[in-house]
């Protein structure tokens, strides 16, 4: 079909056109969004920064926390312990010294035995008259029954402390086991020592206790022998 000359004239006058307009290169893809610019190198960049930001934020939380963790610790180490045993250990000791203390006839005291021995199991006390012997050697056999008494009251002192230390050791090791610091620690290990040293006190007082009546015993009967030995010259008429 042939197009009037007049639109074959006008379709060629569009081609011309074409052939001979300048090339519009197309809109950038970063300015087709209303004017925003989106450079992808400066985002990367951005967001590097923040993330090196954000890690130093995070190092200094971490460094205030164990500032604080230590800080806790070093109260905990310096906190005192809430339990003590001192006054419960004090008694007990004062009462093993009043025992020691009411020691009849013959005291723990060395002037008071030198006299006691002088007077009733040596020398002149065996050599005296009838009379006089009978009395040393009553005198002799109540410083043995007193000794023996002495003896068996001390033991029964310290065996009526073992309570009050199984009661204090329980306490201790309780609180020794919740320490919260090191000087808690410290001075539960220190209170278990001075339990400890007033045990050995205990039964250092029955041991002297006991060696006192046996002394006393042993004493009596050297006496007796020699004041035996005495009586048998004097029978004899020597």
């Known amino acids: 079909m042939k197009l009037p000359p007049a639109r074959r004239a006008l379709v060629a006058g569009v081609f011309a056109a074409l052939a001979i307009a300048p090339t519009v ?30 890690q130093q934020i995070n190092n200094q939380i971490q460094q205030i926390q164990n500032q604080a963790t230590s800080l806790i610790n070093e109260a905990r180490n310096l906190a005192s312990l809430p339990f003590s045993s001192l006054q419960q250990l004090q008694q007990q ?79 201790l090791v309780s609180a020794s086991q919740s320490a919260t610091g090191a000087l808690q620690a410290t001075q539960a290990g220190n209170q278990l020592l001075a339990l400890q040293s007033q045990q050995l006190a205990d039964l250092t007082a029955a041991v002297a206790a006991q060696g006192r009546a046996q002394a006393l015993q042993s004493a009596r009967q050297a006496a007796e022998e020699a004041e035996g030995r005495e009586r048998f010259r004097r029978f004899m008429g020597n």
């Not at 610019?37 to 930001?53: G, K, M």
């Not at 005291?107 to 009733?120: C, G, H, K, L, P």
Request: glycine fraction near 10%; charged fraction near 20%.
């Open 93 to 171: 000791v004062q009462r093993t010294q009043q025992l020691l203390g009411e020691a009849q006839r013959i005291a723990y005291d060395v002037q008071n035995v030198q006299e006691a021995f002088t007077d009733r199991y040596k020398g002149a006390a065996l050599t005296g008259d009838h009379a006089r012997m009978v009395v040393n050697a009553n005198a002799r056999w109540e410083d043995s029954v007193g000794a023996f008494e002495d003896a068996m009251r001390v033991q029964a002192g310290v065996v009526g402390n073992i309570e009050g230390a199984r009661t204090t050791m329980d306490g």
């Open 25 to 54: 290169a197309p809109m950038p893809a970063h300015a087709q969004f209303g004017g925003i610019v989106y450079d992808p190198t400066n985002y990367a960049q951005n967001v590097l920064t923040a993330a090196r930001s954000l």
